[in-house]
């Protein structure tokens, strides 16, 4: 592979770990600042709503200026927002604002693996992609957990505390956010010696009304293709119940293995771990034509979920989420790639993985949406998690057998 891809990889992992960072970072000043506790879950939701609200105009603009500018541009904007958090910005605007960097990033950095790759390494690439996302993830959480937490206080607050010049930095949460900071900076250094490649589309008219009426064709066109359908509809069940799921998990680890925060934060990245491996089954093991051969995964992940119910000990918990996470990976991946080269031949990436985006995002804010509703009507974590399990394999199942009538 040429060098700029590697670049890119580089770029995606620190910008992704920075995301992950700050996520526990500003949960954890939400927590210092005694907000109601509604706003943890809101918090991600202000970061998926420029997903969703920018969608029309993300993806025409990924595709009319060379995509290393888009994602150095996208990553400036994240810089502009967790220095906003660290300035006294309340979390969840300043959030919100790193989420629309993260909105016009995302694009741009799956968009331009279908320009510098041909079809038949796609999945491959998606491997590598999605394997260091995830290690970014589970990274992220490892970080993000101890940044915020008693050590930090303990020793590198009460450090810095004895200099006469700190930066007004006198809390763990306000140290992560700064560990961030760099993490962007870093990202935005990478994504500007990303090589220039060639405009896929140019933008004919700039009108915003045009931008959503293009939008919308790009929408229905995606929705009507047999195998953008189905894949597009794998992709945003996986993003909305893999958001959800980390809720699940420190909700119940609290409940059923009596982990604290820290541990249950931490908990989260076995999924991720799982996903990682996942992925790289995926890639080595299922071509691109074969993508849709995956979906009885997706039913298996949702069983395996329901076996959260039965755990107690610890150690079976540890090997049930990183099954839980392998299933998701294998499925996830040649999904994924099967999406974008569907969106490429259709209508460019930058417009697909826009629709893409759109879509994951709304049912991430459904589904979080769902979760909050159950746990203000009072229903036990067990409840939650089964009819969770219950919904990924049902969905699923209509998804293969939907496919299958399609394909007969």
């Not at 790193?98 to 510098?116: D, F, H, M, N």
């Not at 303990?154 to 006469?164: D, G, Y």
């Not at 893999?242 to 609290?254: E, Q």
């Amino acid at each position: 592979m040429n060098r700029g891809f590697y670049i890119i990889l580089s770029a995606q992992f620190f910008s992704s770990l920075a995301d992950n960072v700050l996520l526990f970072a500003a949960i954890a000043l939400l927590k210092n600042l005694a907000a109601p506790s509604w706003q943890t879950p809101v918090l991600q939701q202000f970061f998926v709503f420029a997903f969703i609200i920018l969608a029309p105009f993300v993806g025409a603009f990924s595709d009319a200026i060379p995509k290393g500018k888009v994602m150095f541009l996208s990553n400036s904007i994240k810089i502009v927002g967790c220095a906003a958090m660290l300035l006294g910005l309340h979390p969840l605007f300043a959030y919100g604002c790193v989420g629309i960097g993260a909105a016009l990033y995302s694009p741009a950095k799956y968009g331009i693996l279908t320009e510098c790759l041909p079809s038949n390494r796609l999945v491959w690439a998606n491997g590598w992609m999605e394997g260091l996302t995830v290690a970014s993830i589970i990274l992220g959480a490892i970080v993000g957990g101890l940044l915020v937490g008693h050590r930090v206080d303990e020793h590198i607050i009460q450090s810095l505390a004895q200099l006469k010049f700190n930066g007004g930095i006198d809390t763990a949460p306000e140290f992560g956010i700064l560990v961030t900071l760099g993490l962007y900076l870093v990202a935005a250094i990478l994504n500007y010696f990303i090589p220039k490649l060639p405009i896929e589309h140019q933008l004919t008219n700039r009108n915003p009304g045009f931008l959503l009426l293009d939008f919308w064709q790009s929408f229905l066109k995606l929705w009507k293709d047999p195998l953008g359908q189905v894949s597009l509809a794998v992709t945003s069940l996986f993003w909305g119940a893999g958001t959800c799921l980390r809720f699940i998990i420190i909700a119940w680890s609290a409940v059923a293995l009596k982990f604290d925060l820290e541990q249950a934060t931490q908990l989260t990245a076995l999924v991720a771990v799982g996903l990682a491996i996942g992925s790289v089954v995926a890639a080595k093991a299922v071509p691109l034509e074969h993508a849709v051969k995956v979906l009885p995964l997706g039913i298996a992940m949702g069983f395996t979920v329901l076996g959260m119910v039965l755990v107690t000990d610890w150690r079976v918990a540890l090997l049930m989420l990183i099954l839980v996470g392998s299933l998701a990976g294998s499925f996830l991946i040649p999904m994924n790639a099967l999406l974008q080269h569907r969106g490429h031949l259709l209508m460019g990436s930058g417009h697909s993985i826009a629709v893409q985006n759109f879509n994951e995002n709304l049912s991430i804010l459904l589904m979080l949406g769902a979760y909050a509703l159950m746990i203000d009507a009072g229903l036990s974590i067990n409840t939650i998690v089964i009819l969770f399990g219950l919904f990924i394999s049902i969905t699923m199942g209509l998804l293969n057998h939907k496919h299958g009538r399609d394909q007969g």
